[in-house]
């Protein structure tokens, strides 16, 4: 994202402050509502905050294609950091250290679509975030304490296109996520022509440590083969279940923009997450590349269709829990349905004659509370905790404001719908804050549009997409800025900044790397002849590294951790290799591994990466790979390299003395 420069702002308000006094009017921008200049300066100042000053909210917003998640504030709208999750991210050295090139396996990329936020009791708690992979059916969950990818879960069996997640129940049990694409079970191949009848779709029900936030694959429901869209979890009344929208339930392959929009209507699909945790250890499930999968013909209570507008973009629950919002991206309604109605119609089981793969079908009228005519293609809806819900309208380029129920009696359905404001330009997501929770703060919403329009300096053919600040407090939405995004940004989350409290260095105390080393005396390097390995610990403080000069021969595996033992905020080092493509980054008080064969003989020189001090240039060492044959000098007999550690303490003694209380050099 971009924002204005300070210099820019204060010119801005200066002129917009001249303008208002001589009471003139801003021109029309087109597709938003002509603003007094009066309000423009209102708008300024709302999202105006100066240097020093923070931000009130976190927005995480997903990257897309570019497998990463990006942080601004809000209101201001500056980008502060990209958190490194499905891709290699050299601004970081993620994929090129050990731990991270692990989790991110032989994948380069990933697809990140729906951030979601750890809750406790229907709210966010500011632990983790965990973000989904559609294109590898991956999960991966970031700590918030540090903003750091933690884990990477996947390729999830049985799922292709980890599309429908990521959703996380109200206190953290499941992280709940559907495929998709259908495919054969279990990777076997069958003809597409046998699509109808030996396809499967699946949902997940994927664990989470309430300590750790480790997860792992729970179970499955087998489902057709639909392709599975977003969904949402209930809260009170409805906190055991969940609902995801489909489309193609017309079962259909080739062109699906005809073959798949048949049918007036496609389903929701109802489960009881608690019902399938009982259900996974009886006998209604199967085993599939190691994960018990149910089938629901054979396990009642799991999981219910219910029929709602064609090819459905994402289902929503309210803060109440009580009102389901569906939208068919093809009808120009948000249809609403009922909880309590849901479940009566359960209970006495006002279903369809006929059922889908055993699945029963709750009659639609049965559960349905409303159609609310929104606008043209209503795809995602959120909520403001007053009663008014929020919903994309991708054709138009516009969202609606619209009251949820209860409704009095003959309520005529175009009055629910109460404003709604352009948008520049095809929105697809939208997001409020606290929009997901029991709880939503109702005071600003995001516009994530998929197209920019123009609406910024040429940057030739590729095109940003634009984000645009509203603000709902009062009675009508009012744009007041807007920004600019890598690709592809899809959901997001909005916290407020109380929740999160994210560390400035990772202390000594916390330290259980058997490899991190806290004084240049502890650096050592050792080379075992026989294995070919030379392995060092690496001691990184400004503005050195001990030990600074490290020699292998030809062919050794050279695996080096590397501490940096700062204790104090932003002080953080790199260690590039040059000629070995080789960087990684590590944060205060952290240790990284580095591992990569010295197939290349030379004097390569090895320098942080960060700017860390006054003497950055001078942190530097050597790395000599001597020519196959030639004799190494400086090891010992037992395989141990010389390195004059008590020199460097005496350095690191002196540039102490220098330094002032802040801790940077004079």
Known sequence: MTSFSLGWRVAAMAAVSLLAACGERTPDVPGQRTMATGDVQKAALATYVKPGDLDEYYLFYSGGHSGQVSVAGVPSMRHIVTIPVFAPYPGTGYGFDEDSRRMLGDFTWGDVHHPAASKTDGDYDGRWLFVNDNANNRLARIDLRDMKTRQILGPIPNTMGNHGSSMVTNNTEYLLVATRFSAPLAGNYEPLEQYAALYKGAVSGIRIDPQTGTMSVGWQIMTPPFNWDLGATGKGPSNDWAFWTSYNSERATGKLEVTASQRDRDYIAIVNWKNAERAATGNATTVSAGVRVIDPARAPGVMYLLPCGKSPHGVDVDPSGEYVVCSGKLQPTATVYSFAKIKEAIDKRDFESEMEDGIPVIKYNSAVVMEVPVG?????????????????????????????????????????????IAVQFNIGHLVTSHGDTRRPRGDYMIAMNKMSKGRHLNVGPSQPESSQLITIGGARMEMIYEAYTDPEPHFAQLIHRDLIKPIEFYPRSESRDRNAIWAPDGARVTRNAARRTVEGKVYAIRSYFEPGRIQVQQGDTVILHITNAEQQRDEIHGFGVVGYNKNIVIDPGETKTLRFVADRAGVFPYYCTNFCSALHQEMQGYLEVMPAGRRLTMYDASGVMRIDGRAAARGVAAANARRTPAGSLD
């Open 376 to 420: 043209l293609g209503p795809l995602h809806t959120q909520f403001d905790g007053r009663g008014f819900a929020y919903t994309s309208l991708y054709v138009e380029s516009a969202i609606a404001k619209w009251k949820l129920p209860p409704y009095a009696a003959n309520v005529d359905p175009k009055s629910l719908v109460v404003d709604k």
